[in-house]
């Protein structure tokens, strides 16, 4: 089977997580407590029929929710006996509001709470602060670029969180995997470097060695001099040039820039290095060189660099997309057993027209 969304309101197909089905059901991922209490039911002989909700603390967008649908399908006890409803990866929910239900015998899913919530945390995180990125730079495009922040075990789930809220593009082919794409690039430091430091002739060599069909998207900072080794690039590519990367650290003040020091904080990539860069190249007849800005963006600087109309074509972003910046944490409640009501003081059960019968 093809990895990758189905069209319209379909969902994953549970093969395509390749989960520990052996150890998730043996409850090896599973907090102690809850393997302990499906080890007491089972030994007492005593097997409740409950309704389980599941919300999330805070509003966002839902990700996550075909991985939790799969681990209850492949790995409860009796998947027959349950009844499962829930939202969809991509719906944007309410905070309080609940995204999934499960009923039948407790004892059949009692292991599997820690592995659902988790899915479904860290695909919520994953693909809110990446909607809020996206929403910020729209129409633009973002890339998203937190691999090397991140443990590479994660790569596939983000990736597809980051796919599910709209990122134009991820940078590991394993980050593509669920959706059936593949990552992109740019010329990195490290080739440069390799190439003596010499952009332009390594950008050539991109360029000659890779299919035609790879954009190249040249890094330009490694002299500190965006201005001219984006022209020297451009004028050594010509057409198959399709964009530089600027990329300014933090700590560095571009060679543009210093003429211009006064009124604005000249570190990293700021307004007037896009706006020199953009000006070297359409005067130099290289108007289609579109720019890519990255380092350190996050929403609340892409939406300065929207509204200042800072000419940046897409944006690259990383570790703010993987950085915990709100409360995602997912909560699960019984809240009625053998048909009473029995949620704790403090729950109630909610019910949500929205959620959809998992078949």
């Known amino acids: 089977m093809k990895a990758g969304r189905p069209v319209g309101r379909g969902r994953l197909h549970p093969a395509v997580f390749d989960l520990p089905v052996d150890a998730m059901s043996a409850g090896e991922y599973s907090d102690r407590y809850f393997v302990n209490a499906r080890e007491v039911l089972k030994a007492d002989g005593h097997s409740p029929d409950v309704l389980m909700q599941v919300f999330c603390r805070s509003e966002g967008w839902l990700c996550g929710m075909d991985e939790a649908i799969a681990i209850v399908e492949l790995a409860s006890e009796d998947r027959d006996a349950l009844t499962v409803r829930a939202l969809h990866d991509g719906d944007a929910i ?15 899913f009692a292991h599997l709470e820690t592995l659902c919530l988790g899915a479904m945390a860290r695909g919520t995180r994953i693909a809110t602060q990446t909607k809020r990125v996206v929403e910020a730079a729209a129409p633009k495009e973002v890339l998203f670029f937190p691999a090397r922040h991140d443990h590479w075990q994660l790569q596939t789930r983000d990736g597809y969180a980051a796919h599910v809220a709209g990122a134009s593009s991820v940078s590991t082919d394993m980050q593509a ?3 059936g794409g593949r990552g992109i690039g740019t010329l990195p430091h490290a080739a440069i470097a ?25 890094l330009v900072d490694f002299d500190n001099d965006s201005v001219g080794t984006a022209l020297a690039v451009a004028r050594a590519l010509g057409p198959r040039l399709y964009g530089v990367r600027l990329d300014t650290s933090g700590s560095m003040v571009d060679k543009s820039v210093i003429p211009q020091m006064g009124q604005f904080d000249p570190r990293g990539v700021n307004a007037p290095l896009v706006h020199n860069v953009r000006s070297a190249l359409d005067e130099a007849g290289f108007s289609e060189v ?18 200042e109309r800072v ?49």
């Open 94 to 108: 309410a905070a309080l509001e609940t995204v999934m239900t499960i009923e039948g015998p407790y004892d059949a």
């Open 177 to 179: 995997k669920w959706w």
């Open 194 to 218: 390799a190439y003596g430091g010499n952009t332009a002739l390594a950008a050539r060599k991109f360029a000659e060695h890779l299919a035609p069909d790879i954009p190249i998207v040249a």
């Open 290 to 307: 579109r720019i890519v800005a990255s380092g350190g963006f996050n929403e609340e600087r892409i939406r300065r660099f929207e509204r």
């Open 311 to 359: 000419p940046v074509d897409a944006y690259g972003v990383g570790s703010s997309l993987v950085a915990n910046q709100g409360d995602f944490d997912f909560t699960a409640d019984i809240v009625r057993t053998d048909g009473r009501a029995s949620a704790k003081v403090g729950r109630v059960e909610r019910s949500n027209p929205r959620l959809e019968l998992v078949r």
